[in-house]
Each structure stands twice: as structure tokens, then as C-alpha cells.
């Protein structure tokens, strides 16, 4: 049977699995007395089990099948649920995932997990997860940690494994007289490996990123020819330390086993100094070559699909599974499409013939309907990024040492797939945030008269053609005068700003370029990438971020996303000759002014907008429009747009009408055009550029 064919389904099946195993143990946690959950748990894990052995992937199913026995144990009654097995548990699934993702990128899914099979093991058998691991089978009574700390070994563990001539001995002295360490490096293979020469040269393109080889045993050549059991040893100078050497080299997918022995300058006397670690204390890192980046995106599942995630996690028959590219190009053509209609409206609207006029509309409200099913085919629940971030704060919550409860509403929210792949990073750098600079430590809050735990809130909604996504914490807030204080410093403002910045203005500094106010660099947040990244990123999908704040009450990010990215509605307004789009999304109003409205402020041309203070951008001395002659009837045509709390009144000539545009991007050639976000196609052909409102008022 060729299973190729079935590959790609169960790559999606196996991740669905696995996300709900991931939702229901987070769930077990909180009702570890519930066994109705580890049953949906149990029932996941058996058909990712069935799955993985039918497709092949002997590793996964083995592991499934070991946390399949210690749920199947908890479901009956012999074993009661703690944190130390949820712990596992979870370990389990996180290494499960690595095998998927690996699989999805073209590898065989194999990972040393024998660490936690033995965990799963002993818990099976009733005996703690933590225990001490049984010895190694090598005749040696030391522990391989010990040896770490120069303990004198018995004599059989100081022999080396390699003969040296004078040359080679003089090499390793010298090396020790210039701060290097010469190690004797033993690396054995699993007995099943397949690529036995891939393996090896995937071991010494690590040691050859880090020092020099001295010798080997066997020779290269032989090794490359296979010509050995499954052990070969190696001669080796670096600064680096034994054990980063031995958990680097025990990265590599099928090493059983690493042994490295540090060669002192009197080695070939007396004494080594080694560090072991059999397989069964293999640090649990994925493979080099296998390796699935921490901010790596999800291949978003389809709305249908999502909706098939039941309790029983099987596949309605009334949907089926549509490659994500197909969409694309469907998407591709209907706006071919879009283009093609505004053209026949306009050529009707010209040739004024009835039957011509009558077909032409009725083909129009075809397309609209077909525009909304090609949209809505493209939307795809919040929820397939929502659904990382439980088990995320989990961790995070455990390393530092924090109580924190997240609270998720409006998963069920759609948005464009385009939209959801960019959306991902901003967002769980924003929680990332909360969780470590916005929550206080439980005797902070307790000294506040704040629960021990803080709550962080992730919620989303619709509103107009916008999707708000907010993330609303309970924790310290944002210090007003430390921010302040730390954008003059920095040079972000100056001090006659500063007097007459608001609250919200002087939050939103914290998403300067380069700010930060951490005063300790922590692992989860604060490495001196501030939130400027997510603000780009979020502007660069036509939306914008704000920020609410108040001192020990809390903070809210709002960040405000179209609905879609690939048909939006502009106002269509002319300079000159030329045409120009403004996406509607931008704009509060258009208003006819007199000259004599307009008023000069601070060398700015400004208008009374409501009570408000406006500045006028004149679009024809942006884009440099050449002018045949200069024309003032004494009014002027001005279109108000909006980016956050800021207002600006764009002038151009006239105002040609409401339009749905495909935006089309400029092309490799015409990059960092200023103030132009991309182009359209419109109904005489004619192509209108499109003004990025944001950047015109950066």
C-alpha cells in the first residue's frame, strides 16, 4: 500500500490529536478527580497510536503507546492523578509534537525519548517518575555525574581508547598550555541506525564548528564507508566545556551513546577525567537537522476541519480537507475576476444598452455572493493560534515561580488565513510580556491585596470589518514616570513633549524602537527586542495597536486587524490626472473646506477639525504630481483619516467614489515605495496606487 498518499492527512489528524490531548490534560489538571477527561485523552492518544504504526512511525507509536498505558491506569483507578505524572504526561506530548512537526518537514520523526519512556515506565509500575535511573550496563561503578567533578576513576575507565605518535602529543600539550582541552571522545550508534556514514558526518560537522580533529578510529574513510560496528572514537581541541560537547553530540538523531574523556596534561601517565550518559539520560533535544523553531507557525487547519474536533475527534463526512495552496490560487483568480467585473460595469455604464446593463449587474450580484463563499473559504477560526498559548503560560507560570489563570473568549472569531499566519509572533509576544513584566509574584500581589493568582485575559471580536484581539492583565500596570523617564533618557522624546503627552500617549512609548525597561534580561521576555517588532508587524497587516493602562489596577493591548487582506474598499480620489486609493478602513470622513480655513500652527498648514487641531498633508507635494496649471476656486477637498489617537486631513482635488478594490503588490522592483502600500487594477484599466495612511503619519 502507498502511504505517501495518506501522509499529509495524517500529519493534520496527528495535530489535531495531539492539541486536544494538550486542551484536555490542562483541563485534568485543574479536575485531576475527573476521569470523563483522561477517557477523551486516552481515546486521542489510541487513534494517533493506530495512526503512526499504520503510516510506520514505530517511534511515535511506541511512545503513544507507553502514555497510553499510564492514562489507561489512571482511567481505571490503579494510578491517581499528580503533578508530577501531568508533568510527564505533557512531557510526553511535547515530544510527540516534535515528531509530528519533524515528519511535516520532510524527517522520520525519530527522537531519543528513552529518558521519558523510562519516566512513563516507572510510573506504569507505580514507583516515582524522579527516581534515580538504573546504572549504566558497563561494568563501571561510578555514576557518569560524578566523574563531571574529577572524582578518581577505577583504572579500566582511565584507559585510552587511541595510540598518539610524538606529534600528536606535543599538539595536545600545546593546546593545554594555550587554554584548549583535549578530549578523547567515544560516540556508539544505535544498533538499528540505518545511515550509519550520514550519522557520522553529522557528528564531526559539530565538533568541526567547534575546535579541531585530531585523529580518528577508525580512519575517516572508513567511517564514511561504513567499515565499522556502531562505536568509533575521536581525538579533539576546543574551548568548549565536556559536558556542552557531550549534549550537543547527543542532539544527533541515533547516538546511543557519548562518552568524553578530558585528557589532562599528564593523560598519558595516569588520569582522565570522563563524563558518561547512556541512553537512557540522553538530554531530551531535538535533532540537529530536525530542530522546529520555538515561533514556528502552525499550518493553520481549515474552519471545517476545526469544527470536526469533537469529543470524539472523528471527521464529519460532510467536510473534506482543501490544500491550502488551491485556496490561494482559487483566491487568485476570483480577483482576476474583480477586476474584469469593475471593467464591464465601466463599459456598460458607456454604452448604455439595456440588456447589455441588465446582464452585466445581475453578473455583478453573482460575483458578490461568490466573493463572500471565496472569503469565507479563506477564514479560519483564532483558535488555531489561541490554542498554543494555554499550555505556554503553564510553563511560563512554573519558571517564574508566578500563579496565573488564562482566560480565552471569542476563540470561535474568524479572520483571514493571511492574516492568522502573520498574527501568531506579535501575540505571544504580548502574553509573553504580560505574563513576565505585567504579573506580579504571589507575595507582591498578596502585599497589594491582589489573589495570589493573576489572570491573564485573551479575548476576540468582530466589530464593522475588524477583528479587535485584546490582551487584558490584572498585574502591576505600566509605570508612568519610569517610562517617561526612560524615553528622555533615551532621546525617544524630549522634555517640552513630555509636559503635554497624555497617559495613553506615554504608555504606547513602551513600543518605541529599542525601548525596554527591564531591569534583569529574562529568558521569557525583555532580550532587547521590544514590542516596536509586534507594533511593525501589526501595522504591516493594515491594522493598529493601542494601549490601556492604569498603575496596580492592570493593562490592555488592543490590537484592531482587517478582516481580510486581498479585497478591501477604498475611496477612490483624484490629483492632477492621477488616481489614488484610500482604504476606507483609514478614513473618518471627507469634508469640502474653505481656503480660509486652513491655519498655520508651528510651520503646519492645520484645520479646525471639530474642535481639534489637524494637520493638512498635501498628497500632490508627496507624490510629487506635476501640475499643468495651478487651480484655486477658493475650496479644497480634504479626506480625514485616523492611525490610533492621531488625525490628519489628507487634500487632494476631488473625490471620484466609494469602491471594493484587489490590492496588488508593486512587485519585487518597487519596494519601500514611501506612503504606498500597493496597487489596483480599475474599471478603465487604469491602475490607481494605493496611500498608506500609517506611514504618512509616522
Known amino acids: 500500500m502507498e502511504l505517501n498518499q495518506y501522509l499529509e492527512m495524517f500529519i493534520e489528524e496527528s495535530k489535531e490529536h495531539l ?3 494538550s486542551e484536555h490534560l490542562l483541563e485534568l489538571e485543574k479536575n485531576p478527580e475527573d476521569l470523563t477527561i483522561v477517557g477523551e485523552i486516552f481515546r486521542s492518544a489510541h487513534t494517533l497510536k493506530g ?7 514505530e517511534d511515535l507509536a511506541d511512545l503513544t503507546h507507553k502514555m497510553e498505558n499510564i492514562l489507561d491506569a489512571i482511567r481505571n483507578s490503579k494510578i491517581k492523578v499528580n503533578a508530577e505524572i501531568l508533568d510527564v504526561v505533557f512531557e510526553s506530548v511535547d515530544h510527540l509534537e516534535e515528531m509530528v512537526f519533524d515528519i511535516a518537514d520532510g524527517g522520520d520523526g525519530k527522537r531519543n525519548v528513552q529518558a521519558t519512556v523510562e519516566k512513563l515506565k516507572r510510573i506504569e509500575a507505580g514507583e516515582p517518575a524522579t527516581a534515580a535511573l538504573e546504572e549504566p550496563i558497563h561494568g563501571q561503578e561510578i555514576a557518569a555525574a560524578l566523574v563531571a567533578n574529577e572524582v578518581e576513576q577505577p583504572a579500566e575507565a582511565l584507559e585510552l581508547k587511541l595510540s598518539y605518535d610524538d606529534f600528536e602529543k606535543t599538539v595536545i600539550l600545546q593546546s593545554s598550555e594555550q587554554d584548549y582541552n583535549a578530549y578523547e571522545i567515544t560516540v556508539a550508534l544505535r544498533e538499528d541506525c540505518l545511515l550509519k556514514a550520514a550519522r557520522v558526518f553529522m557528528v564531526f ?19 564514511e564507508e561504513e567499515q565499522f560496528d556502531s ?22 538523531s541515533e547516538v546511543d551513546r557519548v562518552v568524553v574523556n578530558k585528557i589532562n596534561r599528564d593523560v598519558f601517565v595516569t588520569k ?7 541512553a537512557e539520560e540522553a538530554y531530551q533535544q531535538p535533532a540537529v537537522q530536525e530542530t522546529v523553531t520555538a515561533v514556528s507557525e502552525e499550518q493553520p487547519k481549515s474552519a471545517a476541519a476545526k469544527n470536526n474536533t469533537g469529543k470524539s475527534g472523528h471527521a464529519s463526512s460532510k467536510t473534506i480537507r482543501v490544500n491550502i495552496e488551491r485556496l490561494d490560487i482559487l483566491m487568485n483568480l476570483f480577483e482576476e475576476l474583480a477586476i474584469d467585473r469593475g471593467r464591464l460595469l465601466s463599459i456598460a455604464g458607456d454604452v448604455n444598452h439595456g440588456e447589455l446593463n441588465e446582464t452585466v449587474e445581475r453578473m455583478s450580484r453573482t460575483m458578490g455572493d461568490l466573493q463572500n463563499i471565496v472569503l469565507t473559504m479563506r477564514m479560519v477560526p483564532v483558535d488555531t493560534v489561541f490554542n498554543r498559548f494555554p499550555k505556554m503560560v503553564r510553563q511560563l507560570s512554573r519558571d517564574l515561580n508566578k500563579k496565573i489563570e488564562l482566560n480565552i473568549v471569542g476563540a470561535e472569531t474568524e479572520l483571514d488565513r493571511t492574516v492568522i499566519d502573520e498574527i501568531g509572533d506579535p501575540l505571544v509576544h504580548l502574553i509573553r510580556n ?15 491585596g491582589k489573589p495570589e493568582e493573576g489572570t491573564v485575559e485573551l479575548r476576540a471580536y468582530h466589530s464593522g470589518n475588524y477583528v479587535f484581539i485584546e490582551i487584558e492583565d490584572d498585574g502591576a500596570g505600566i509605570n508612568r514616570d519610569k517610562v517617561l523617564a526612560k524615553a528622555l533618557s533615551k532621546g525617544i522624546v524630549s522634555h517640552e513633549q513630555s509636559l503635554t503627552m497624555t497617559d495613553k500617549q506615554i504608555n504606547e512609548l513602551i513600543m518605541a524602537s529599542g525601548f525596554s525597561t527591564a531591569d534583569v534580561i529574562s529568558d521569557v521576555s525583555g532580550r532587547g527586542v521590544g514590542l516596536d517588532v509586534v507594533k511593525t508587524t501589526i501595522e504591516s497587516l493594515g491594522g493598529n495597536i493601542s494601549i490601556e493602562s492604569t498603575q496596580n489596577v492592570g493593562s490592555v493591548f488592543s490590537i484592531q486587524l482587517p478582516l481580510t487582506l486581498s479585497i478591501i474598499s477604498v475611496m477612490l ?24 480655513d486652513i491655519l498655520n500652527a508651528h510651520n503646519q498648514k492645520v484645520i479646525d477639525f471639530r474642535g481639534k487641531v489637524v494637520p493638512l498633508v498635501f498628497l500632490e507635494e508627496i507624490f510629487e504630481v506635476p501640475r499643468a496649471e495651478q487651480k484655486d476656486d477658493g475650496f479644497h477637498s480634504v479626506v480625514i483619516v485616523r492611525k490610533g489617537d492621531k488625525l490628519a486631513g489628507l487634500m487632494v482635488d476631488s473625490f471620484i467614489g466609494q469602491q471594493e478594490i484587489v490590492l496588488k503588490s508593486l512587485g519585487n522592483y518597487l519596494t519601500n515605495i514611501f506612503a504606498i502600500s500597493g496597487a489596483t487594477i480599475l474599471g478603465n484599466g487604469k491602475v490607481a496606487l494605493i496611500v498608506d495612511c500609517n506611514a504618512l503619519m509616522k
Open 205 to 223: 560537522e559539530i565538533l568541526e564548528k567547534n575546535g579541531d580533529v585530531i585523529k580518528s578510529s577508525p580512519t575517516v574513510d572508513k567511517l
Open 434 to 448: 504580560s505574563v513576565d513584566h505585567g504579573i506580579e509574584s504571589p507575595e507582591v500581589r498578596r502585599a497589594k
Open 19 to 21: 492539541q486536544a490531548c
Open 573 to 596: 480620489v483624484e490629483i492632477e490626472n492621477e488616481i489614488y486609493a484610500i482604504p476606507l478602513s483609514s478614513i473618518i470622513e471627507t469634508s469640502i473646506i474653505r481656503h480660509s
Open 272 to 278: 582522565t577525567t570522563a563524563i558518561e550518559v547512556p
Open 51 to 57: 495512526m503512526a504504526a499504520t503510516m510506520g512511525y
Open 231 to 252: 562505536e568509533f572514537h575521536v581525538a579533539f581541541i576546543s574551548t568548549e566545556s565536556a559536558e556542552d560537547l557531550q549534549k550537543m553530540l547527543m542532539k544527533v
